[in-house]
């Protein structure tokens, strides 16, 4: 398996990768999502990373910018993920996250979020942000989704506040 970053020219194939994973309905969602959110300009700097196994893309995770109570924390949310069903429980959604977070540690990021399942998640150091007032832009229905890495050295107590996404993310639809 190859981690790579993305090119513009293959947001089609990406479109694909997610609608694969998820399957029908959410799958038109979110590819849609994902195509449209890696042409944000609102979300830049984003990091679009894919996986490949013999030379054919299989998976993908984006981390794009956001805000906290409008400031520019060098943070990121990692949405949407998804490796396609035939190459599922292999690692590479591991090596995805895990290639992305370090590379946005060699960045000097500061937090990393998700709002993803918490079992999956926690494997990464993910934990649950709200405890931290780290807020969701929307109510969501399951506050441990909600979660948060710490990729600095400060202490996760200096960051505080309601985070803003990108304009493609920023829709109550997707929370
Ligand atoms: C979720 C997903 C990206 C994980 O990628 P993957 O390459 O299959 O995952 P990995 O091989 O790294 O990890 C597999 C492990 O994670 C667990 N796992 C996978 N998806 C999970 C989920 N949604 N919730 C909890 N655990 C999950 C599996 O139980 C497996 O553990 P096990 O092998 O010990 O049983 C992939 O399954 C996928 O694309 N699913 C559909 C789309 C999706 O739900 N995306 C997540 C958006 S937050």
């Not at 007032?133 to 506050?143: Q, S």
């Amino acid at each position: 398996m190859n981690i790579r970053e993305s090119e513009v020219q293959e947001n089609q194939i990406i479109q694909q990768v997610h609608l694969n994973a998820f399957g029908e309905p959410e799958g038109t969602i979110v590819s849609k999502l994902a195509v449209e959110l890696l042409q944000d300009e609102t979300a830049k700097p984003i990091f679009s990373f894919v996986a490949e196994e013999n030379n054919k893309i299989v998976g993908n995770v984006i981390f794009s910018h956001v805000k906290i109570n409008s400031k520019n924390l060098n943070s990121f949310i990692l949405a949407p993920l998804a490796v396609t069903k035939k190459f599922q429980r292999k690692g590479i959604g591991k090596s995805l996250i895990l290639h992305g977070l370090s590379f946005l540690r060699n960045n000097n990021a500061n937090l990393v979020f998700v709002l993803g399942d918490p079992k999956y998640y926690s494997r990464f150091g993910f934990e649950a942000a709200i405890p931290y007032n780290l807020n969701p832009p929307y109510k969501i229905p399951d506050p441990e989704a909600w979660m948060v890495i710490n990729l600095s050295s400060n202490s996760i107590s200096s960051y505080q506040g309601i985070v803003e996404c990108g304009t493609s993310l920023n829709s109550e639809e997707y929370w």
